[in-house]
């Protein structure tokens, strides 16, 4: 039997950012500052004041939502919550 992969979504709420730059120190790929200086998902949709985006593998964003002073990234495996 084949095992299905996994899927991640990560959500940055980006009303409460603080604008610290931990997430884009850990995880350059896939984090960058915005134009109002919060940070942003590369690539991601943007939905009222959120950044959402999917993958297929978490990489370097659990470590970035675990580096965020304020958790305001959010980190879903399958739909569950994992950070
Ligand atoms: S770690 Fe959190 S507070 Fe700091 S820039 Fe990233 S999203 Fe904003």
Same mark, same amino acid.
């Given at each position: 039997? &084949?095992?299905?992969?996994?899927?991640?979504? &990560?959500?940055?709420?980006?009303?409460?950012? @603080?604008?610290?730059?931990?997430?884009?120190?850990?995880?350059?790929?896939?984090?960058?500052?915005? %134009?109002?200086?919060?940070? +942003?998902?590369?690539?991601?949709?943007? #939905?009222?004041?959120?950044?959402? #985006?999917?993958?297929?593998? &978490?990489?370097?964003?659990?470590?970035?939502?675990?580096?965020?002073? @304020?958790?305001? #990234? +959010? &980190?879903?495996?399958?739909?569950? %919550?994992?950070?």
């Amino acid at each position: 039997m &084949v095992k299905k992969l996994a899927s991640y979504k &990560v959500l940055i709420m980006r009303n409460e950012c @603080v604008s610290c730059g931990n997430c884009i120190a850990l995880c350059p790929e896939y984090f960058e500052f915005d %134009e109002d200086d919060l940070s +942003h998902l590369k690539n991601s949709k943007r #939905i009222d004041e959120n950044d959402e #985006i999917e993958f297929d593998d &978490v990489n370097c964003c659990l470590d970035a939502a675990l580096s965020c002073p @304020v958790t305001c #990234i +959010h &980190v879903y495996e399958d739909g569950e %919550e994992i950070s």
